[in-house]
């Protein structure tokens, strides 16, 4: 199972062509579960160039699976102290959300699939993220 970022979503709607996109495209094609957070989901809303787009996003999106944190409170300490860890090891995370993404992934265990360097910075800091 696979968590898939926003950066890869946003690679792929926008039809560019990369290794996240390549991969999310055999996962698509092999049939391996996969599913957004609602983090993921905001920004990718938040994007829509025209109410039409917004539209027909919002329909596939919410026809997706969804992980959620799993520890209400916890979770957020968590996602911030994987914000702290980064910044300890001298990465400045860039969105605080990507630290919400990658705790999901973490609490659901599940594989991340992103075309964003914060999470090779997460990874380097957090051995139980496992990046796709």
Same mark, same amino acid.
């Given at each position: ?33 996969? &599913? ?35 520890? &209400? ?16 090891? &001298? ?42």
């Amino acid at each position: 199972m696979v968590l898939v970022d926003t950066s890869v979503l946003i690679d792929f709607l926008n039809s560019r062509r990369n290794k996240a996109v390549r991969k999310f495209e055999q996962i698509l094609e092999d049939g391996v579960i996969f &599913g957004i957070c609602l983090h993921v989901y905001q920004e990718i809303l938040q994007g829509a160039a025209s109410e039409k787009d917004y539209r027909q996003m919002k329909r596939y999106l919410d026809s997706q699976i969804f992980y959620s944190v799993q520890n &209400g409170r916890e979770s957020y300490a968590e996602a911030a102290r994987i914000y702290f860890n980064c910044r300890r090891a &001298g990465y400045t995370i860039s969105s605080t959300i990507d630290c919400l993404i990658a705790r999901t992934a973490i609490e659901n265990n599940v594989y991340l699939l992103h075309n964003d360097i914060d999470f090779d910075h997460i990874k380097q800091t957090n051995k139980n993220l496992k990046i796709y």
